[in-house]
């Protein structure tokens, strides 16, 4: 543990349809997000990507020093792959009609005519410091955040894959008491809490997994017990959120000892935004930089 399971399309299938029984005010969006991490798993098969090569020396200091084993600018993405997942995306906002659907249109209207290249996205989104997704947003006529997401979520996939490969230099059993991902140091977006006191946490950009304290702010490395804190809802006990007195920021957790239904993060996060509401009624913030449910 963790292990990082690998999932089948109908896993993430079985569990959109077990979240939505559970919790029906979230049918309409588990089914359109259900429908972008099928088309994820089905667009790796499409990705061709060269290993990220790091040098024996070059792990050994980051392991030593606890740092993060490439920065998020080193990841990498397939051109064509996350084009046509591009197209795709869109298509998919259009049918489920969520509130980005006219940026979905522009995009794909964009894309056709070739007013901008999807090389271009990826890099920028790669690249914190770049203009590129500011400027194109504003020449298209979108918001910022709704190309970010889409562009995000089209070389998902790819830095999915990046991680995986990655995360081969890394020992699974290693609690770390950093916070940030082991992989690419972006913030968690998940925990679940496992058998025998496990806390594992999942990236909110690569989706590794990785062991951490149960004290502890995967946020803000804060381990004083008096400023942890979390709070759940009665009808709701697998579900709770962890909160932070220091930073002021909260993480959402699921509890896998008692599920029944297959487990896909990513899910979870989606089916549990009155929790987000709840915590930024209550004061605190989310610790995710690009938030998935824009
Ligand atoms: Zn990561
Ligand atoms: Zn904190």
Sequence with gaps: MPEPTPITIDQIE???RKLAELRPAYAHILTFYAGVFVAQEENKGEIALDPIQLSSETIAHRLQEEL???EVSQLRFDTAAGASLITQICRLIATHGTEIRDSAEKIAEALDRREFEPQQLFQGLLEDQDAYLP???DRIGVDRKHLAFIGYHSIQPAIELCAVQLATHLDSDVVRRRSGCPVCGSSPGLALLAHEGRRVLCCSFCRHQW???RVFCALCENTQAGQLHYFFS????DLRVDVCDHCRQYLKSVDTRELTRPLFPPL???ASLHLDMIAAEKGYASGIELNLES
Excluded: D, N, S, Y
Excluded at 234 to 237: C, F, G, V, Y
């Design 135 to 137: 400027t194109t947003a």
């Design 234 to 237: 009665e009808e709701e006990k």
């Design 14 to 16: 079985r569990a959109a």
């Design 268 to 270: 979870e996060q989606v």
């Design 68 to 70: 993060p084993l490439v």
């Design 211 to 213: 062991r951490a304290p």
